[in-house]
């Protein structure tokens, strides 16, 4: 059929199959297939232009995704925006860029002026103060039954603020047992009603990782994430015990990963985090017993702790039902997880991809030595088609790696 200006989303979505058809194909420069191709796309591009609105990033958005591109820290920004303290409230939203800090920014960085002088977009949750707390919104009868709180009733007349703030104080020493007062949860999955559900479960993650440290004296250096790192970690799950080994891979490297179950009413599936020591914390859930979803959360949390994570202030939330995110630091730590696993590139020209059957997708698990589940969680997800091949996604397989874990 002669390719026609694209006027509606079925005929984008054909003409969209046959391009990525011709690519797998690798056409040679010049061949008919080739000129279709780049008709193709022209016309893609064209459609996109015209139906698709591309959100611009905020002014926080550009500084952290310079900051990512260029290798950059927190502290190397005080140059430009002042204190390390100041960094840190600009960063989470607390402080409005001044006009000095938007001219600096500009030169130093390199970011556009138009970009830097843009409304900030408050779609962070901060905590709040502690006198505002609502401390009966705390979960305290399931963080009584799971045992949180067994350790701090002192006294038999305490009262749930005095056993939440004790249990919220562990997190933190001295000085900074503040930081639990004013965590900001980046992320689309809390909200006003699973906020208190969220920062208790956080807080017992935190808590958890402190005494795993004690016992790993492993100083986290992000210079030692790489592309080639994660592709490693990623092999892992190859093997059947490849859960528990990442834990111990990654500790390593001085990331700490703590399993710990959701609480009622919350949808989250990981977290990635720092303590007030700095040191790098995944945090899982494991809401779904399934091999590509643990995998997927795993790097996709390892990605944000190497790309995105600046501050014991911020903690990323993620569910794994929001992998089309439009935040620009959760659609980086899709990529890099999805990518780890399988680039791109050999995906798009795989059989698996192409005439997806239970042989092709073994074959390209065992080219690539990751679990056949990852492929399917891939293919299911890019068809729209859950039912297919389910019997790979190895459900049931993850948790019971965890036999130190109340799953109730």
Request: charged share 30%; glycine share 4%.
């Amino acid at each position: 059929m002669e390719p026609k200006v694209i006027k509606n989303e079925q005929s984008y979505h054909s003409i969209l199959q046959e391009a990525e058809r011709l690519v797998a194909l690798d056409p040679a420069t010049s061949s008919k297939e080739a000129e279709r191709l780049e008709l193709l796309t022209v016309l893609l591009e064209d459609y996109e232009r015209r139906e698709f609105l591309f959100e611009t990033p905020d002014p926080i958005e550009a500084i952290e995704f310079r900051m990512n591109e260029q290798g950059l820290r927190q502290i190397d920004l005080v140059p430009l925006i002042g204190s390390r303290s100041r960094v840190s409230e600009v960063l989470a939203r607390k402080r409005p860029l001044t006009v000095q800090m938007i001219r600096a920014l500009s030169t130093g960085l390199g970011i556009p002026l138009d970009a830097l002088v843009m409304e900030t977009k408050p779609n962070i949750v901060g905590t709040p103060a502690d006198s505002s707390f609502d401390w009966k919104k705390f979960p305290v009868k399931e963080m009584e039954q799971r045992g949180w709180l067994a350790a701090l009733k002192t006294k038999t007349d305490a009262s749930i603020e005095e056993v939440v703030q004790a249990f919220l104080s562990q997190v933190a020493s001295g000085a900074r047992r503040a930081v639990m007062y004013r965590r900001n949860f980046r992320g689309e999955e809390v909200d006003q009603k699973t906020y208190y559900s969220t920062l208790a479960w956080t807080a017992r993650v935190l808590i958890r990782a402190k005494e795993s440290a004690i016992n790993q004296p492993v100083k986290f250096d992000p210079s030692k994430i790489t592309p080639e790192l994660l592709r490693d970690l990623a092999r892992l799950s190859w093997l059947s015990d490849g859960p528990r080994l990442a834990i111990e891979f990654l500790a390593k490297y001085g990331i700490v990963v703590i399993v710990e179950p959701r609480l009622p009413n919350t949808l989250l599936d990981g977290a990635a985090m720092l303590t007030e020591n700095g040191v790098p914390v995944v945090g899982l859930t494991l809401r779904y017993d399934r091999i590509d979803y643990f995998w997927f959360t795993l790097l996709h949390e390892v990605a944000h702790i190497w790309r995105h994570l600046n501050s014991s202030d911020d903690i990323f939330i993620d569910r794994i039902e929001n992998i089309d995110s439009k935040v620009m630091a959760e659609k980086e730590a899709n990529r890099i997880s999805r990518d780890s696993f399988i680039p791109r590139g050999i995906w798009k020209r795989s059989s698996a991809f192409l005439s997806p059957t239970k042989e092709n997708i073994q074959q390209l698990a065992d080219e690539l030595h990751i679990h056949p589940a990852i492929v399917v969680g891939r293919l299911q997800y890019e068809t729209g088609s859950f039912e297919r091949f389910r019997e790979f996604l190895g459900q049931g397989s993850v948790r019971k790696c965890f036999s130190n874990v109340s799953f109730k």
